[in-house]
């Protein structure tokens, strides 16, 4: 098909009696090429965008007789996230990294907890019209979506903190022209205009420095980043968010200067946004679901996760499962579950006659073979169910070796 000509146009109406003016930003159609078989969603596409869509074709000293003006009322927005699409375009208009290192770079930040990819479902308000018809102004009341996200990355507690720091400490280092130069100079040695042992003398002395420089001015990271949300209404002491040893949570103060009570944020939750009535339901856990077979049966979130207890028996909580809303009934199923998955893992799958100490397991990384307090691991692609003693025999005395 033949590409279609578009001319990008600011369209600026005077008025007669008034300083103010209409603006309208758009393209305006030199030739439709293309798009004459698309008018349809082309028009349908501007009418959506407000602006940027398809002006009329105008000249300088044309008059404009308004048929309708409409008054819309508008929200500031904020700016929108990144996703990784334009991340990697980003990074490309300030020259950092090369397209190798792009994919690496975006998968590094998110396995480190730094930024999360998430989803958001949009929100519905109403907002005012105003449209102006001869001498008439009818109101209209608009329904709009906002605040929508797909596959977005957004920066979480540890992620703001780290950076918060770096910027603090090495300014120089995180500005976005020290990372486009080493590239720069990265050629430059690849072209053999400088040796590389001056360019990474260059770099290494002066962060050395900084490096010294950080270590002498290293605060106390018991009061980095805590915020008080406010006073617990039933007894009283303070709740603060701030990052603890194993991410970001709540603390409850104790009235009598002991150990408080903690509780890990939730998916999702910002230490900077979080308020009080969302952190006290957070001390909702551990909850208490009753007692089972004479113990209590419990809910809580741990170090790996949430989970349920029974006595000494644990069960991780599945995905969908939420510890602050779980029934009686459906811990009661997961505790079923693992438990017939542990007695799964203790039977044997297959014992032989010539040696009973000699046993194929299951385990946590698929079967095994224990033998005399020591196990180990079947070769790829090896059957259990046409495993022979004499088999077992060879795999032992390999390993051993």
């Known amino acids: 098909m033949v590409p279609a000509e578009l001319d990008r146009t600011t369209i600026v109406v005077d008025l007669e009696r008034r300083k103010e003016?209409?603006?309208?930003?758009?393209?305006?159609?030199?030739?439709?090429?293309?798009?004459?078989?698309?008018?349809?969603?082309?028009?349908?596409?501007?009418q959506n965008e407000g602006e940027g869509g398809i002006l009329p074709k105008m000249n300088v000293g044309d008059k404009v007789l308004p048929t309708a003006i409409t008054a819309q009322e508008r929200y500031s927005v904020a700016p929108s996230r990144y996703n990784e699409a334009a991340l990697v375009k980003r990074l490309e208009e300030l020259g950092i990294g090369r397209p190798s290192t792009y994919a690496p770079t975006i998968t590094t930040i998110i396995n480190r907890g730094y930024v999360v990819k998430q989803n958001r479902d949009g929100q519905k308000r109403q907002t005012l019209q105003l449209t102006l018809v001869g001498d008439k102004i009818s109101e209209k009341m608009v329904t709009e979506s906002y605040g929508k996200e797909?596959?977005?990355?957004?920066?979480?507690?540890?992620?703001?903190?780290?950076?918060?720091?770096?910027?603090?400490q090495f300014s120089s280092i995180m500005d976005y022209h020290f990372t486009a130069?080493?590239?720069?100079?990265?050629?430059?040695?690849?072209?053999?205009?400088?040796?590389w042992t001056d360019m990474i003398r260059d770099f290494y002395d002066p962060f050395h420095l900084l490096v010294d420089k950080a270590v002498g001015t290293q605060s106390d990271r018991s009061v980095q980043s805590v915020r008080v949300l406010g006073t617990d209404p039933k007894s009283g002491c303070i709740v603060k968010a701030r990052i603890g040893r194993y991410g970001p949570m709540v603390e409850l103060e104790n009235e009598d200067g002991g150990k408080g009570q903690f509780a890990s944020l939730k998916k999702g939750q910002l230490i900077e946004s979080i308020t009080l009535e969302e952190a006290l339901e957070l001390f909702a856990l551990p909850r208490d679901l009753g007692e089972l077979d004479g113990e209590p049966l419990m809910v809580g979130v741990g170090k790996f996760g949430p989970y349920v207890r029974h006595g000494k028996t644990f069960a991780s909580l599945q995905k969908g499962d939420d510890p602050y809303t779980i029934t009686r009934e459906r811990a009661e199923e997961l505790l079923k579950e693992n438990i017939a998955k542990q007695r799964a893992a203790s039977e044997p799958l297959r014992t032989f006659a010539e040696d009973?100490?000699?046993?194929?397991?299951?385990?946590?990384?698929?079967?095994?073979?224990?033998y005399n307090g020591k196990n180990y691991r079947l070769p790829k692609g090896t059957k259990v169910d046409s495993l022979s003693y004499v088999d077992c025999q060879r795999i032992v005395a390999k390993s051993k070796k």
């Open 21 to 46: 003016q209409f603006v309208a930003t758009g393209e305006v159609v030199r030739f439709d090429g293309f798009m004459r078989l698309y008018s349809e969603s082309v028009e349908e596409d501007a």
């Open 150 to 168: 797909k596959n977005r990355l957004a920066p979480t507690d540890i992620g703001m903190v780290v950076n918060d720091y770096l910027e603090t």
């Open 181 to 195: 130069n080493v590239e720069k100079e990265f050629d430059r040695v690849a072209e053999g205009d400088i040796a």
């Open 356 to 370: 009973p100490n000699m046993v194929v397991k299951s385990g946590q990384y698929g079967p095994y073979i224990a």
